[in-house]
């Protein structure tokens, strides 16, 4: 406990002095470790206040991008965190610096996730808008749902199903093997919320 005080009490302290004499990349990493102290503790606005200067040393250091693990974090960090708080404009901000410069699909991961959620929840409410996105991400991901599935979508789906369990007792759904890609389940979730709250039954049910 005593450790983590002096963390508070150093970084506002170094956030305050003149940024010439304290190095930044230094400072940034101090900011980020408070950060996650804080959002251990469930304290989201100060994190978010933490994350925000975090930002600001990374962007006067110069690092930023150059540092790609570092400013990846960061920004995925930030994005949930201004999220959280309903700052979508800001989170939608650091998800598009994220889409345009990480160099991988798992990389961008969390800002295809935020960016649907972030169309879908905000203000707007544009559930219809998230779903296209959300299928948009699992088509990344080798999945192929359309947005406006029919009697003949459901019917192929069950033929799947009913194939798989030809001549095997109901049990055997326990003993599926559990796929390890959860990333995708995390999309076809939501995705399930919004069309049931859209009322596409069609879609909530494949």
């Known amino acids: 406990a005593n450790t983590e005080w002096a963390l508070f009490v150093a970084a506002d302290h170094l956030n305050s002095v003149v940024p010439e004499l304290v190095p930044r990349m230094e ?3 101090l900011n980020f470790r408070v950060a996650k102290i804080n959002l251990a503790k469930g304290a989201t606005l100060g994190a978010n206040v933490n994350l925000n200067d975090c930002l600001t040393c990374l962007n006067q250091s110069g690092e930023k991008w150059k540092d790609y693990d570092f400013t990846l974090n960061l920004l995925n ?15 939608f901000m650091h998800l598009q610096d994220v889409l ?7 990389d961008k991961f969390t ?3 935020y960016k649907m959620k972030t169309f879908a929840e905000d203000e707007n409410r544009d559930y219809q808008k998230g ?20 009697r003949t979508d459901l019917m192929k789906e069950n033929v799947k199903l009913e194939m798989k369990l030809r001549n095997q007792p109901l049990t055997v759904l326990s003993k599926l093997p559990r796929t390890d890609d959860s990333t995708v389940f995390r999309i076809l979730n939501e995705v399930h919320h919004y069309a049931t709250f859209e009322g596409n039954n069609d879609l909530a049910a494949l």
Not at 77 to 91: D, H, P, Q, T, V
């Open 27 to 29: 400072l940034a990493r």
């Open 77 to 91: 960090e930030l994005m949930e965190s201004e999220y959280s708080i309903g700052k979508f404009e800001m989170a």
């Open 131 to 150: 779903i296209v996105v959300g299928l948009q991400i699992c088509k990344m991901y080798g999945i192929t749902i359309p947005n406006s599935p029919n």
């Open 100 to 106: 345009e410069n990480a160099t991988s699909l798992d």
């Open 111 to 113: 800002a295809y996730f």
